[in-house]
């Protein structure tokens, strides 16, 4: 078993140096953290997570998840965990005093996040969806709500689940059919089904709630008509006991991987007794559950940055103690002893792209809640909302990022083992089953693609695009001050270009009314602009360490810290970004209709 | 469960408009063999297939394999499917009659392969190893091993292992230490360890036949001092029965996938008492387990394109039948019902993705059994050179584009399914995990691409790639009749030259001395290479369909068939051939010296 999950200074690193957290902490919301307090916060995600998560890694995904006489039931040890996350009030880490949490930057919850979830993603989703259902209850909840959930919540008393799919609907939640009809007791009685519910049901927790869209009886069709509800599994009674609310869960699904986590299939109302609460306003459902989905999306990405470091640790492990064959120049030398994997270039390169995707995903998910943190501490209407604009545009990039190459680094990793990967001796078979769901949790990469696309670019005008290219600027400016950086800075700007070239042309397209061809490409459009984004990120981590040893002499092991970030960059520039030019070749391709007018029957 | 996994129309597509089996069956080594013929072996695969393969898939991955008291224990209908192979005479297929086989062209056995092959992978690894090893015992053995072995194989009685790997050495054969030790009793006495041996134990089998690699004591170091034995699980007495050599199962490993075959850890020669018989010449080992080796990497890229096929299929059918979401023109027409997911661009996208990894890896798949036919069958010394060269050349690329493209593919084909495709009530899970396994076995991704840059092209002073540009010439001399495919014919002829260029520089390098550089990034040119030799099958395939289309008039489902190829042509044209682009930016930048010269303390 690897020893390493993840990299703490590399946090520390991104925290302190990359996004200088100390500039978010002179806030006066967050006047009670400083940067000994961030610290003690990140020892404390190391000791829960080397207590309970990382041993059980493996021990939980073999013994799954068992549904038995409409019982689910889950690893013991994942219990204590939630114990655990409660009663250090990590579930509410960035919540306000006011709700009962800690009023924690988003950057310190992401590199506490990144901590656990790399010791054993499946198991950190409970508390993370709890984190986030409570969440929307403060957040749009009534005082009585609130009052009633988000302390029990907090504390892991009770569990919270997001409750969108149906089975009719997947992704299109325009065609969800849960119905909500209003009594005048202040309830509403639901009656549907949620299918994919993480968490949605198992013994060893007091209650189960569910933050379950439906429609109120008589709705507009389509999103416009979804409403939100408190659909707890029990339901105090007028003595304030807790009876049976009507959820009946009628199986889970057994998954590929992440399989500590069930995933429920359950039935509200059946016996036309689900009580339900509405939250905020009706008709709104959906535009609060986004608030949700933004959070998780980004808790998404780095679950997916999250997997792939450990997978990247394991395998740099095996590859500096694994000795097995020569290096090419020393081939005919059959009597010296075999050199150590590592040393074999196409290692390197698996090892570098690993490292490429781990920290540059990690960087953009530190930016992205950077800017979640300055959006709502700023008092500057201006720059509030143009680190909404810079949040909104990379969250769709910041899931799916992680999560397609992340899939890839996870691979590359268990490749460095060659057959032992691929065994059930090593842990990259299970990061390789696990990681897999993030390109499709929260949205499948074809969905942010066109949310990407469609919304959050030509949504914009293209404004949102012009926000980002201040964002690269910044970090050009810098880097050009460097010699040896400005071959990287022409490099991004060159792309930047293209970036905006491609842009252009799809959004001539819809203008001219060809939507559907404008959008057809969308998921090229994210990997080409991700690998720019993500170029983006690794300049400005090589700025810093390039500055960092130009001013401040660093020795060691910390000097090596720097020039491995150097070294990454130039990997990610020289091996990952040429890549958009195969990319751009088909974006840019105008006369096609390949994938839009075909006819289905053409496809056998 | 999806009901189809393979399309025989395809199958019989390339055999007969293609490839044009008829020309090799015209030699008189086929004589025995007629197109009807050819269509009754593609019959009783899909017997076989439909009765003891497909329907057994998940059920055989779910139990696993158990090891107790030494004993390893399998699903007893791989027992009966074994059975059924030996009685049906399908594992001696392509063997010459003097060998109790049924001397059909490789082509045929490729076709009826990947029939099998896309209906359960992991319970084809038993047979193709008892054939493949059964077939080096044919050609290299004494006559004595070949009365003793072949008979028992061919009927399926023993099971027949390759037993190359040591745990010290894995991909590094040189390092092999396994020791034998000659007799005056004709024999030698074996000691050694072997891991991750396919099918190396079970119960249900007579006995099981390994053809293990050895140094006989006192031979040279590295590859050129490696004897073959065969070591039998157990020997014949003096009087014919059957007692135990001294090969004990240490363990099975557990794996991802493929969980139908047990990968064993066996020990010969612990009591000193292990028996093996040496085939052909001393330290001849490796260049005869060469042949075996040639033929597994052909089977290996069969099993990616099968179980890419079928996940293909599964992704097909759940595509045609999911009702989701609108059409971008349609969004707003919340009233009208939900379109089926394969009406979305990006659903028709991962659908041709696959077919065109499937039907373009099936297409070398043949195009290489077509040179082993020829290259055996043909009298004109010239030809057979050719036919080899070409052979030697891409079977390295039809090992891994089907692995490497085959994995991606059942990716897409997964991630059309969404949610659904994670859970383990679909098949693609599985697929993804069975795949997997693909880019490992029978020498890694690194490896083959070492042997395609290295040997086949820099080994050969790029004359293979000359052949190689003779055999696309006439594939594009032909399309270039057809008025619509000259476009595809010009992308085409530039990419050739893209490769020439590219593998000139690299040539350089290698001339220069600078070998570990040259080859630093032969991975990358393995991907760029392939893109190019695969699309040269798919403009190949398009230009039969359009003489087709052109001469023959087809209608209806033949039609469609036609138009389908041209279109999946114009995909990979479109999106995956474009890829080299990027792959050629990185291999023509000579400066750097990235993957090569970086010190291992700078990766961490």
Chains 1, 2 share one sequence.
């Not at 981590?541 to 150097?566: C, D, H, R, W």
Request: charged share 25%; proline share 3%; aromatic share 8%.
């Amino acid at each position: 078993m690897a020893k390493k999950y993840i990299s703490i200074e590399n946090l520390k690193f991104l925290l302190n140096e990359v996004f200088n957290i100390e500039e978010v902490l002179e806030s006066p919301y967050y006047a009670e953290t400083d940067t000994e307090a961030v610290n003690m916060i990140l020892d404390a995600a190391v000791d829960i997570s080397d207590r309970h998560l990382f041993p059980f890694y493996t021990e939980i995904d073999r013994a799954d998840h068992t549904f038995e006489d409409g019982k689910v039931t889950i690893h013991p040890e994942i219990i204590k965990y939630i114990k655990a996350m409660g009663e250090a009030g990590f579930i509410g880490g960035s919540f306000s005093f006011e709700h009962g949490g800690q009023q924690l930057p988003q950057m310190v919850t992401a590199a506490s996040g990144a901590i656990m979830s790399a010791a054993n993603n499946g198991v950190v989703m409970f508390t993370g969806l709890t984190a986030g259902s409570a969440h929307l209850i403060a957040s749009f909840g009534s005082k009585e709500l609130k009052e009633k959930y988000t302390g029990k919540m907090l504390s892991s008393e009770w569990q919270g689940t997001m409750a969108l799919t149906e089975p009719q609907a997947g992704s299109s939640l325009s065609d969800i059919v849960s119905s909500a009809t209003p009594t005048d007791q202040g309830h509403y009685k639901l009656k549907g089904q949620k299918i994919f519910i993480s968490s949605g049901d198992y013994e060893g927790t007091e209650n189960v709630v569910h933050l379950m869209l439906a429609r109120i009886d008589g709705a507009p069709l389509g999103t416009k008509g979804i409403s939100l509800f408190v659909v707890p599994k029990l339901r105090e009674d007028e003595n304030g006991n807790l009876i049976d609310n009507d959820v009946t869960t009628a199986g889970v699904y057994h998954k590929m991987g992440q399989k500590s986590t069930p995933a429920v299939h359950y039935i509200a109302g059946d016996n036309d007794n689900c009580h339900g609460w509405l939250v905020g306003e009706p008709n709104k459902g959906l535009s609060y559950m986004f608030q949700m989905m933004n959070e998780a999306r980004l808790g998404v990405g780095l679950m997916g940055a999250a997997i792939a470091s450990a997978a990247y640790y394991a395998s740099l492990e095996y590859a500096n103690e694994r000795p097995q064959g020569r290096k090419i120049s020393e081939q005919s030398a059959k009597d010296k002893p075999q050199t150590f994997i590592i040393n074999h270039a196409d290692v390197k390169r698996m090892l570098l792209f690993q490292k490429s995707v781990v920290e540059g995903g990690l960087s953009l998910i530190f930016e992205c809640s950077r800017y979640a943190d300055l959006e709502m501490t700023t008092e500057d209407e201006t720059a509030r909302k143009r680190y909404k604009g810079l949040l909104d545009l990379l969250t769709p990039v910041a899931k799916t990022f992680p999560a397609e190459y992340g899939i890839k680094s996870v691979s590359e990793g268990m490749q460095c083992l060659g057959g032992f990967g691929y065994t059930t001796d090593f842990p990259l078979e299970q990061h390789y089953r696990d990681i897999r769901i993030t390109s499709i949790y929260e949205g499948t990469t074809g969905i942010q693609s066109l949310d990407l696309l469609a919304r959050k670019i030509m949504g914009t005008g293209g404004k949102s695009l012009m926000l980002l290219a201040e964002e690269v600027k910044k970090v050009t400016d810098e880097a050009s001050t460097y010699d040896d950086l400005k071959k990287y800075v022409t490099a991004l700007q060159e792309k930047l270009q293209d970036l905006q070239k491609v842009t252009q042309q799809l959004g001539g397209m819809a203008m001219q009314g060809k939507m559907e061809l404008a959008l057809a490409d969308a998921t090229l459009y994210m990997e080409f602009f991700s690998l720019i984004v993500i170029s983006w990120q690794w300049l400005k981590q090589a700025t810093v360490a390039k500055k960092a040893m130009v001013t401040g002499n660093p020795e060691g092991e910390k000097l090596k810290f720097y020039e491995s970030k150097i070294h990454t960059m130039r990997y990610f520039f020289s091996y990952e970004l040429p890549k958009t030019l195969g990319l751009m070749t088909r974006l840019m391709d105008k006369d096609d209709t390949l994938t839009v007018e075909v006819e289905k029957e053409l496809i056998v």
